[in-house]
């Protein structure tokens, strides 16, 4: 398998579509190497699928640098992404910076934040200091009180435009690729085509140049998933009865046998 980097994903762009996913122990993280998952994304999500929290704003630094070791302990292939979590780039550069450096630090090959051309500023100053940004606009989760929940974006004329301005604002100011997330898919197609960084859909259609799904929602360990997830796999029931399994065994004296 090829060791993935920031040239390497720069390089797929229209000649091979990547198929990324998050990760966030070494566990998963080892497995999605081994099948060749091109790009772990160590992301705040783990808020909503590990740590038990109904969005991604209670996730701390200290609980992404924890995961974002672990997980580039356990890769070999895959670029890592860390992930930065509310808080820890709204306040202030200096800190911003200081948190992004943790998080490279920390064993990941780049960071990703949420924001276009607000938060252009940031990612200039992160790449002068080499630090890779994959960038993030759309539906941005952190964004989601001001939201009012995790709603689809960029579904009148005005509201396309900006996602398109902000998209084209990241990578003037030095992404190397850009998450679009719930967008409508003819938006994206657009995007794609007009930029010359990687796209990677969320919920945004087949034209990006790349997916991410939530390692969770893939593998249906979340029996309940987005709309435009395609679960490959139904795990949650098979864990689920693993435990009964055992429980049961215990109960009866079936296990440990002599």
């Given at each position: 398998?090829?060791?993935?980097n920031v040239?390497a994903v720069r390089?797929?762009?229209?000649?091979?579509?990547?198929g990324?996913?998050?990760?966030y122990?070494?566990?998963?993280?080892r497995?999605?190497?081994?099948?060749?998952v091109?790009?772990?994304?160590?992301?705040?999500?783990?808020?909503?699928?590990?740590?038990?929290?109904?969005?991604?704003?209670?996730?701390?630094?200290?609980?992404?640098l924890?995961?974002?070791a672990?997980?580039?302990?356990?890769?070999?292939?895959?670029m890592?992404v860390?992930?930065?979590?509310f808080?820890?780039?709204?306040?202030?550069?200096?800190?911003?910076?200081r948190?992004?450096?943790a998080?490279?630090?920390a064993?990941a090959?780049?960071v990703k934040?949420?924001g276009?051309?607000?938060?252009?500023?940031?990612i200039?100053?992160m790449?002068?200091?080499?630090?890779?940004?994959?960038?993030h606009v759309?539906?941005?989760?952190?964004?989601?009180?001001e939201y009012?929940?995790?709603?689809k974006?960029?579904k009148?004329a005005?509201?396309?435009?900006?996602?398109l301005?902000?998209a084209?604002?990241?990578?003037?100011a030095?992404?190397f690729?850009?998450?679009?997330e719930?967008?409508?898919?003819?938006?994206?197609?657009?995007i794609?085509e007009?930029?010359?960084i990687?796209t990677?859909g969320?919920?945004?259609?087949?034209?990006?140049?790349?997916?991410?799904?939530?390692m969770?929602?893939?593998?249906?360990?979340?029996?309940?998933?987005?709309s435009f997830?395609?679960q490959?796999?139904h795990l949650?029931?098979?864990v689920?009865?693993a435990?009964?399994a055992?429980v049961a065994?215990?109960?009866?004296?079936a296990?440990p046998?002599?």
């Amino acid at each position: 398998m090829k060791k993935w980097n920031v040239s390497a994903v720069r390089a797929a762009k229209g000649k091979q579509k990547l198929g990324c996913c998050t990760a966030y122990d070494a566990c998963f993280a080892r497995l999605a190497d081994e099948a060749g998952v091109p790009i772990v994304l160590v992301g705040d999500s783990m808020g909503m699928t590990m740590l038990g929290y109904e969005t991604t704003l209670p996730v701390k630094m200290s609980e992404t640098l924890s995961s974002v070791a672990a997980v580039a302990r356990s890769v070999k292939n895959a670029m890592v992404v860390g992930d930065m979590p509310f808080g820890s780039y709204q306040c202030g550069d200096d800190e911003a910076m200081r948190n992004a450096v943790a998080i490279i630090q920390a064993g990941a090959d780049a960071v990703k934040l949420e924001g276009g051309a607000r938060v252009c500023g940031l990612i200039r100053r992160m790449t002068e200091a080499g630090i890779p940004v994959l960038a993030h606009v759309g539906m941005t989760p952190q964004s989601v009180n001001e939201y009012g929940g995790f709603k689809k974006q960029g579904k009148t004329a005005d509201a396309a435009a900006q996602v398109l301005a902000d998209a084209k604002a990241v990578e003037e100011a030095g992404a190397f690729a850009v998450t679009l997330e719930c967008i409508p898919s003819e938006l994206a197609a657009r995007i794609t085509e007009e930029l010359s960084i990687v796209t990677v859909g969320i919920g945004a259609g087949p034209a990006c140049d790349a997916q991410w799904l939530v390692m969770h929602d893939l593998l249906g360990l979340n029996e309940k998933a987005p709309s435009f997830v395609k679960q490959y796999a139904h795990l949650a029931g098979e864990v689920r009865d693993a435990f009964a399994a055992y429980v049961a065994e215990v109960a009866t004296g079936a296990f440990p046998a002599k």
